[in-house]
């Protein structure tokens, strides 16, 4: 047998044992929900004996229906005689527990009943379910639930599968986020590092030549302003003096020259006395007080000079 026909034999058999395995399960769900309604209508049985008072009917099958559960649940602990090596629990048989079992008219009657229990107990939970997964449904009559009943369970199927695909969706969208995340993470990094380059390559090289473009504005500004200031200093100056103040200030000044050669010319001649008649005594005295007079008058008129070419300038 080649490779292709074995793998074929065990998809069959996989195939079959799947198909066991749900037919199975199908069974135990059947067996389990019949189990548990039935010990609901006990229980209700339990809390209706508190409230209210049941007719002996009522009464009757609910003693019946919890004594064959009771005694069927007893017997199942108790395998095949053959098969038991150990002795039993209390020494009692299987034979013991089922002449415990209700009289047979009592379950003739009690399994006649319990089957429309069970139904109307069904019947009602469908309908619970149904209004948990359409609200709007509670308001229908009993004939559209049980139509509603019916296709529920496909309904429930389709919606299961329904929600496998979106989470089957939403991983797949969710390793593609993560993978997209790291790549858009790696090419941001990428680009911070570019900035980064053009940055130091490009708008530091800038700011320098900015820096030094703005030094030279700043002094060209500066130049400009104290030229301004010169401008309305020499304004100020013209606005002052005029062409005849100029004029007349000229001829002060030459008055004032002529002025101040002739005491140097007579302070020359002092000297010149002052060292002819040095011995002397006080004609030299009063000599002394002459020129120091000259010089005191030739300083004063300096000075006035001095003062005047300052005010002209």
């Excluded at 006990?42 to 919890?66: A, I, M, P, R, W």
């Excluded at 004594?67 to 039993?88: A, N």
């Excluded at 005491?263 to 002394?288: A, H, I």
Aim: charged share 30%; aromatic share 6%.
């Amino acid at each position: 047998m080649d490779e292709s026909g074995l793998s074929l034999i065990l998809a069959k058999e996989q195939a079959q044992a799947w198909k066991d395995i749900r037919l199975h399960k199908t069974t135990w769900l059947r067996s389990e929900i019949l189990q548990r309604v039935i010990q609901e209508l006990l229980v209700d049985y339990y809390v209706k004996t508190q409230d209210t008072n049941l007719t002996s009917e009522d009464k009757k099958f609910h003693e019946t229906l919890e004594q064959r559960l009771l005694v069927t649940e007893l017997t199942h602990l108790f395998g095949p005689s053959q098969e038991r090596e150990i002795p039993p629990l209390l020494g009692l048989e299987k034979a013991d527990l089922l002449e415990l079992m209700p009289p047979s008219e009592d379950f003739v009657r009690m399994r006649a009943r319990l089957q429309l229990e069970v139904e109307e107990q069904l019947k009602r939970k469908c309908f619970t379910l149904l209004c948990y997964h359409d609200p709007n449904s509670d308001a229908d009559s009993e004939t559209l639930k049980a139509a509603k009943v019916w296709k529920l369970a496909e309904v429930l199927v389709g919606e299961k599968q329904q929600c496998q695909d979106a989470k089957s969706q939403q991983k797949e969208q969710l390793v593609l986020l993560e993978k997209k995340s790291a790549t858009y993470s790696q090419v941001l990094l990428r680009c911070l590092a570019l900035l980064q380059r053009l940055l130091q390559e490009h708008r530091l090289k800038t700011q320098s030549e900015l820096d030094r473009i703005n030094a030279q504005y700043l002094e060209i500004k500066c130049s400009a302003m104290i030229l301004k200031l010169r401008m309305e200093e020499l304004k100020i100056l013209s606005d002052t003096y005029t062409a005849e103040k100029v004029e007349v200030h000229r001829l002060i000044r030459d008055r004032l020259e002529g002025a101040i050669r002739l005491q140097e010319q007579d302070m020359e001649k002092s000297r010149q006395v002052l060292n002819t008649y040095e011995v002397l005594g006080e004609e030299f005295d009063r000599l002394v007080k002459e020129y120091t007079q000259l010089k005191q008058a030739t300083e004063n008129k300096r000075w006035a000079l001095q003062e005047f070419n300052k005010a002209y300038h």
